[in-house]
């Protein structure tokens, strides 16, 4: 019999089960069909006996359990990479929503994610990385849950992989066409050191921008520990000893001990590591989530409110204007904000979520109206009203990152040039006062001070 045979032979039987309300055998004889067509090679019929499968889930009210998730997972570790899959993962993902909310079941989507970094498809693997990382008091988490608390780090991770790929990428592009003696630009090894923080920022705002704050810090310790590890990236840190240092919270800020995920899906207090590097944007990624993760807790803490009432309450005057000085220096130093919309967005956002900065309409210049707002300029756009307390923002896809240009990568060759001939032991940042690593020299990037707002 025919692969096309065999499946309209196992659909009509289905019916005629369905038909009787005999959902276990329909749904037991769907499943065990489409595994049999996958390792056949029948692509095209697996998958659709298996989306019929997912249809029947509805029908008969199956439950989101270990079992029903598991049906799934076997079928889509069966299926090759193509159009078929992807129709019965957006099948399984719609069907979770109805008992997980809107993201779907975060144990589905990161078996998908796992699944699609394994076979190198990052951009189609980062939305399910997301959705898998719940909020801290997210209900909607399956109780067999405790592998989802890795989720952040793997996503850490991913994005180094992504980063290599990227820069190996580049290097073709620009070298495409060009003949042997033009080809003298920057090398793969150069842009992974130069573009790693575009990649850390990327992941890391998704997060925070959703309120996933101790996830973050999950995230962004392991990025940079898999980054400072890789050999082309082990001449990032600056020649400082201690580096790593701790970050420490800005003057006259009183902050609760950070707190951070542990492998067995508890909260723990957490000290967050400061390495300070010749990338500017992951000296930024650093104390972007040490100051967001401050007001996260600040705010929190003085009024005790729950994590979704926590923008209501306003930010200490410190912490503003560690925040805006830290954005000030970005700008001054960071390239990111300016080719990838995430970061240019991601901080308009936090500033109004965590630090009651009110950000300019997305229109024009992304970065140059947040800092004309911030700073009491005028903007390139008309201001938006100020925001009434935390609006988580849901995921939000972005395209492929930017591949830069051969100048721009060499600009930034030279920058990092010469962070690495500073003097030992004298920081990016050294001499200014505010959020501080310990042991007496100043955070990297935007050293925070206060200042006048008004």
Known sequence: MSGYDEHQRLRTKAVRLLSKKNYPAAIALLYEGSMKMLQAGEQGSGCDLAIYMI???????????KTSRDRIFQILKLAKADFWRKKLTDAAVKWSTKASGADGDPA???????????????LQAEPHFHASIPAPSDDNVASDSTELQEAPANLG??????????????????????????????????????????????????LLIAGKVPAAHS???????????HPACKTLPLPMEPNPRTFSPPAGVNAPPARQITPSG???????????????????????LGLVDCAWRVKGEAKGLSQSERGAARAPDAL????????????????????????GEGINTLSGLFFDLQPPRAQGNMLADMMSSLFGGSSSSPAAAAPKGA??????????????????????TEAETDSLAQPKGQSQAQGSKGATASGGASAPVAPPVEEDLD
């Open 108 to 122: 589905l989507r990161y078996e998908v994610a796992k699944l699609l970094w394994k076979e190198g498809s990052y």
């Open 55 to 65: 249809d029947v889930y509805g029908q008969a009210g199956v439950e989101l359990d």
């Open 391 to 412: 609006k988580w923002v849901t995921y939000k896809r972005y395209s492929e990152p930017v591949i830069l240009t051969e100048e721009e990568d060499e600009e930034r």
């Open 157 to 206: 991770s991913m994005m180094v992989d992504w980063l290599e790929v990227h820069a190996t990428k580049s290097v073709e592009l620009r070298s495409h066409g060009k003949s042997g003696e033009d080809k003298d630009g920057p090398d793969a090894a150069a842009i992974q050191r130069i573009e790693a923080g575009r990649f850390a920022l990327r992941g890391l705002f998704l």
């Open 219 to 229: 995230y962004l310790k392991s990025f940079i520990s898999k980054l400072v590890a």
């Open 320 to 343: 503003r204007n560690a925040w805006i000085a830290l954005a000030r220096q970005y700008v001054k130093q960071g390239v990111a904000g300016s080719v990838d919309d995430v970061v």
């Open 266 to 288: 508890e909260q723990s207090d957490y000290v967050q590591p400061l390495w300070l590097t010749a990338n500017a944007d992951i000296n930024f990624a650093q104390m972007c």
